[in-house]
């Protein structure tokens, strides 16, 4: 188990490198998305109704993705008035789910980006640095921005293959981004 967490650090490491390439994302564009990610997440932790560690926040393009497990139905519709509410935001994609989350289901739903991750990253046709992965329960939510709609398809096809996925939210926007 020890060695399982281990190898998942240090593919989250992979992953913080690969990030550092160039993506079709322009960097103000990341930087209003990553200002958006803060001020949701600042929400979060001041919501006496949501518990702001359960819920994982992804912003691409000015849209939020929620993902996680979240304690009530009230605590999921909270997490989306909140995310609604932040200036900036275009779109919210609440994809949180209600019920309990134990240490084995986060080191499953780590694992699972850490291979998909290594998987991309290995891919030759999906730049890896233009998809986000977020996992819960097995659920793999791809959020980001590829060149093609092969490319969008790959990385589905790949997550899908990842022992341990049980469904694929293909988020992926295809083509470059425009001004």
């Not at 998987?119 to 590829?146: C, E, F, P």
Request: glycine share 8%; aromatic share 2%; charged share 25%.
């Amino acid at each position: 188990m020890k060695r399982l967490v281990i190898n998942s650090f240090l593919g989250v490491a992979l992953l913080a490198i690969a990030g550092c390439s160039a993506t079709m994302v322009p960097e103000t564009t990341k930087d209003m998305d990553s200002a958006i990610s803060d001020k949701i997440d600042e929400s979060l932790e001041a919501s006496s109704a949501v518990k702001a560690r359960q819920v994982n926040i992804e912003t691409s393009e000015s849209v939020v993705y929620l993902t996680g497990v979240v304690d009530s139905e009230d605590a999921r519709r909270e997490a989306g008035r909140i995310a609604w509410r932040t200036a900036g935001v275009d779109g919210v994609v609440n994809d949180l789910t209600v019920g309990e989350r134990t240490v084995g289901d986060w080191v499953d739903d780590t694992l699972i980006s850490s291979r998909l991750k290594a998987k991309l990253i290995a891919d030759t046709d999906v730049r890896a640095s233009d998809v986000d992965v977020s996992s819960s329960q097995g659920v793999v939510t791809l959020i980001g921005r590829v060149r093609t709609n092969a490319m969008k398809q790959d990385a589905e096809r790949i997550a899908r293959g990842i022992t341990g996925v049980t469904d694929v939210h293909n988020e992926l926007a295809v083509g470059r981004m425009s001004s």
